[in-house]
């Protein structure tokens, strides 16, 4: 496997708004997720404890995913949630606030674009950091093994170039299939009670801190391999996620702020990478 990603960050960048018939492929299948995030990664219940441990209990954000016919489920404010028995399954990715990006060599839009993405150099701050997710270091990779299209062959239809130099799949993916996903990338929600009004804020693009805290206590006291939740070890990581204050959680708030309409041109902003997140703590990249 080899991939040009230089000015690219296809995979980082919800690039939608620029190419209005590129294929919604996270949309696609029987589960719908409720949020409208593109490309979002799940981060094992290892990562999570590791982002929590480092200060980022502030940059994580759910996916759960609407039931269809023979799906177990569970209703919470009005919508059929998949679900184990009674308890709605859910992962974590990292949250994409709006920046202003050109990639693909276009100008600058206002594009949700994943926190950790230097928008100038388009280059991810935590790349060489143990922080850096699995599915991110392995990608493509987890979808040549699974003989799925990929991102940068997307790039590639829509705007030309050579992204994907070498589709030969890896030897070692971080796939997590099947039940042993279970507490260890996807998670159960013990109490859907617990969530009425969450699931609408969700679908609204609306989720509180507290919200998302939520989760991320719930996938830190998950067991691997299992449904079973540990409540104390949730409820500490619960409160430690809602006092999280990284740089990363302030810059998304920043960026939100100063966002424009979704795709529309940032040619004219001022605000960059380095007075947005380099001034409140974040890491510098190359390029």
Not at 40 to 65: C, H, I, K, N, Q
Not at 72 to 81: E, P, Q
Not at 217 to 228: D, E, Q, R, Y
């Amino acid at each position: 496997m080899d991939v040009n990603c230089d000015g690219c960050a296809g995979c980082c960048i919800d690039w939608r708004p620029l190419a209005p018939d590129a294929d919604d492929h996270e949309r696609r299948g029987r589960r719908p997720p409720l949020d409208d995030a593109y490309n979002l990664v799940p981060l094992s219940r290892d990562e999570v404890r590791d982002f929590l441990d480092a200060g980022y209990g502030d940059v994580m954000t759910p996916r759960l995913w609407e039931a269809t016919d023979g799906d177990d489920a569970v209703t919470v404010d009005g919508h059929d949630l998949v679900a184990v028995g009674d308890r709605p399954v859910f992962f974590l990715g990292l949250r994409k606030p709006p920046k202003p990006v050109g990639p693909f060599g276009l100008d600058r839009h206002w594009l949700d674009t994943c926190v950790f993405l230097d928008p100038e150099t388009l280059r991810c701050r935590i790349h060489d950091s143990p922080l850096y997710p699995r599915t991110c270091s392995d990608y493509p990779g987890q979808n040549l093994a699974l003989d799925r299209e990929t991102e940068c062959e997307r790039v590639e239809m829509a705007y030309g170039g050579d992204r994907l130099l070498d589709d030969t799949p890896p030897d070692n993916v971080g796939l997590a299939l099947g039940p042993q996903a279970l507490g260890a990338k996807l998670f159960v929600y013990p109490d859907p009670e617990e969530l009425t009004g969450v699931v609408d804020r969700l679908l609204a693009d609306e989720l509180t801190a507290a919200d998302r805290a939520r989760f991320v206590g719930v996938a830190v006291g998950s067991s691997p391999g299992t449904t079973t939740v540990d409540g104390t070890r949730a409820e500490e990581a619960r409160t430690e996620a809602r006092a999280a204050d990284s740089w990363a959680g302030q810059a998304i708030e920043a960026w939100e702020m100063r966002a424009d309409e979704t795709g529309s041109l940032a040619t004219d902003v001022e605000s960059t990478g380095a007075t947005v997140e380099e001034a409140r703590g974040a890491p510098e990249t190359e390029g």
